[in-house]
């Protein structure tokens, strides 16, 4: 039988367990995916601990994981323009990509390029899309500078560079471990901590610092906003309360999850205009493992599951 990552209560790692379960079928629509690569995300971990237990509640027992790569294996009736054996990008909302095999609904695939990784592919889409959609709230260009705080997690890494590609001068808040890595991006790296509303505007050289990524919290749409950043170029993924109190943008993955998202983030990988840095893989047994690490909090790249 084929493995896929379990849990049947909320709590740490230690309620992950790798099972045998049935293999899936396809139904109308849907596509039989063979996995060869599953990114994992932080808000994984916090559904499973039960943190967002109101928002995202868990059915017992649950699976997880969105992002995937992989062969497709099989498909349903009226599925067109996928066949067996087709390398695709995609993603699911049923909380399964961390597994052997996955179904997928046909319209949330992509062909995967050959120039794109299995563990790059596998590792797109809930930080990809994410990082797309609070660029396109924001819409830096040429001749301005964006502020993004939380630039080298794992959806800062991508926010980042299709920002640059936009034109924009971007100001990356960030920990001192990544500002090599972002300098290398062409981003302008500062560091957090007393004096950063000095630092970002010595860092924009004047330019005028017209937008404003949140993706920590902390009190950063507030500071945004002391910053004299208007209401509608600053977007948050994390500060909910900031939204409905400011009036100011929450656009995250959801506002962009889709193939077609996924499809111009892979064409941007594969002809080298946009990196996908890669911690490390596991094994999908080593599944703990993984999120051990992701939870620690000082990845410089994406974790992903490779079953």
Request: glycine share 12%; proline share 6%.
């Amino acid at each position: 039988m084929p493995k896929a990552v379990r849990f049947e209560e909320y709590g740490g790692i230690e309620v992950l367990a790798v099972r045998d379960v049935p293999r899936p079928e396809p139904g109308p629509g849907q596509v039989l995916v063979a996995v060869r690569a599953a990114g994992i995300n932080i808000s994984e971990a916090k559904i499973r601990q039960g943190i967002v237990r109101e928002i995202f509640p868990a059915t017992f027992p649950s699976g997880e994981g969105s992002d995937l790569a992989g062969l497709v294996e099989e498909v349903g009736v009226g599925v067109t323009g996928v066949a067996v054996g087709d390398e695709v990008i995609g993603f699911t909302n049923n909380r399964a990509s961390h597994a052997e095999y996955v179904l997928v609904e046909a319209a949330n695939l992509t062909p995967k390029p050959a120039e794109v990784p299995w563990e790059v592919a596998g590792a797109l889409f809930v930080a990809g899309v994410t990082g797309f959609a609070t660029v396109r709230a924001v819409s830096p260009t040429a001749g301005e500078a964006v502020v993004i705080a939380g630039a080298g997690g794992g959806v800062g890494v991508f926010a980042v560079q299709l920002a640059l590609r936009a034109g924009a001068r971007v100001i990356a808040l960030a920990s001192e471990r990544h500002h090599a890595w972002l300098r290398e991006r062409g981003a302008v790296p500062v560091a957090y901590g007393d004096g950063v509303g000095e630092r970002i505007t010595a860092a924009a050289e004047g330019t005028p610092v017209a937008a404003f990524i949140d993706l920590v919290g902390d009190s950063y749409v507030e500071f945004a906003l002391e910053l004299g950043i208007a209401r509608d170029r600053i977007d948050t993924i994390v500060d909910f309360p900031a939204i409905a109190k400011y009036g100011v943008k929450g656009e995250g993955g959801a506002a962009a999850a889709s193939a077609a998202t996924l499809a111009e983030l892979a064409e941007a990988i594969a002809a080298g205009d946009l990196v996908v840095p890669i911690q490390r893989t596991y094994p999908l047994d080593e599944v703990r493992a993984a999120f051990t690490e992701l939870e620690a909090g000082h990845t410089a790249g994406k974790i992903v599951l490779i079953p």
